[in-house]
């Protein structure tokens, strides 16, 4: 057979075709478990490739990051952080976002998620839980106790019986070589026995030794302090992704649609599994105790805002006409001419106001920076009711709150942002 091939049975066969793995027969730098747990780490860890185990912690203020799994395509879920900021995070499932046509799975909000798997963790973990796993584990420990007396009364009795054989084998006459050899039989196997038994009782020894003894007086104070060190602003994210993945082997979310709810399975690293329901927020409704006839609406709004306003606030609060159709500018017309409702007149607003449409506008920002200007009281203004539009004074756009608070928001843009503004700008030659 010569370097690369060798033929047999007319066949020709590779030298990669006539490899053969035997483990442990060479002395390694670590041994073959070592490699194997060190190899599943790694895939673990790499969080960009498309497989459906869990993945490893990465930071960040998702606590069930590379944990979270879809029960619906049983999926590792994504991590979506808001822009500009980590403290907002959602568990968005991709599905098979490889095809054309697939859509998305299911998303969840992040905060609720992670509040509830840690109210269950500090749960599992705490004072009454830890006294609880103590006393089993005395009750474990008895019960091995009992096994092991059980295991020396059986070694007792084997070497009682090897004695005996060997004491019938001494005494046999050696010319009845039939009886010798018969009684020799018996004392190998009572020997036998005997060496089956030791092990035994060595294997339940090195079971006992390999266990770490535990001081309960130190085990419960670390569980009445953990809920102070888990909540403290100062811990740092990782370290409640590396106790999350101490306990928990994954979270499998799931949507109940019948009673909109969230469905959370988690499975535990000791192989239990606890179901938690968390509600889901219903967006898009208007609140409850606060749903309001169109008449009602109109007779509060009537006269404040236009027409095409009137109707957008009436489709917001989910309110219909009689014949179940949304709103519109005709609509809002007829409706308020049949309850001798007055027209908006601009000039007649004093002091002079505008919405958050047109502020947004006159600033140079988004909407949603406007809202965020008004939560935060740098920008004062009203509503007549709920869901009804923001009246602005005009004169408020000029303020020095305002004006900071633009500031901070441009600090706060985004630098693709920056740059897309940047790139649309028309630079001159010799400029």
Partial sequence: MDGHACKTSGHHRTIEEWSVLIKDSHEGYIDWRAYEENRRMLEENANMQ?????????????????????????????????????????????GDDGHV?????????????????????????SGQAVQAALLAGQQAAKAQETVRLAVERELEEARYAADLAERRHEHVD?????????????????????????????????????KTRVDPTILMQLASNLPFVWNAAGTDARVRQRLVRLLIEEVVIDIDEKTNEFVLLLHWI??????VRLARRKTGRFPPGRQLAAGEVLRKLGGHWPDR????????MRCRTEDGETWTTVRVAALRDKLAIPP??????????????????????CVASVHKLIRSG????????????????????????????????????????????????????GL
């Avoid at 000791?270 to 179901?275: D, K, L, S, V, Y």
């Avoid at 306003?309 to 917001?316: F, G, K, S, Y």
């Avoid at 408020?396 to 004006?403: F, I, K």
Wanted: net charge positive; charged share 30%; aromatic share 4%.
């Fill in 378 to 429: 740098a920008l004062p203004a009203s509503q007549i009711m709920y869901s009804a539009p923001w009246k602005i004074p005009v004169d408020a756009l000029e303020s020095d709150a305002v004006r900071i608070g633009l500031q901070e928001i441009a600090a706060r843009r985004p630098r693709q942002a920056i740059d897309k503004v940047k790139d649309k700008s028309m630079t001159l030659p």
């Fill in 50 to 94: 498309k497989r459906t185990a869990r993945k490893s912690g990465r930071g960040g203020q998702a606590l069930l990051s590379g944990m979270a799994r879809c029960a619906r395509c049983s999926r590792m879920m994504r991590v979506f952080y808001k822009v500009g900021t980590d403290q907002s995070h959602r568990y968005q499932c991709r």
């Fill in 344 to 365: 908006y007149d601009p000039d007649a607003e004093i002091p002079k106001t505008i919405s958050v449409d047109a502020a947004a506008k006159r600033l140079g920002v």
């Fill in 309 to 316: 306003e009137l109707a957008v606030t009436l489709n917001r």
């Fill in 101 to 125: 046509g697939v859509g998305l799975c299911i998303g969840a909000g992040g905060r609720g998620i992670d509040a509830a798997v840690a109210s269950q963790l500090l749960e599992a973990i």
């Fill in 174 to 210: 050696p010319a009845k070589r039939h009886v010798a050899r018969t009684l020799e039989a018996r004392w190998n196997a009572a020997l036998e026995r005997v060496a089956q038994v030791e092990q035994k009782l060595a294997r339940l020894d090195a079971d006992t030794d390999k």
């Fill in 270 to 275: 000791g192989g239990r599994h606890t179901e």
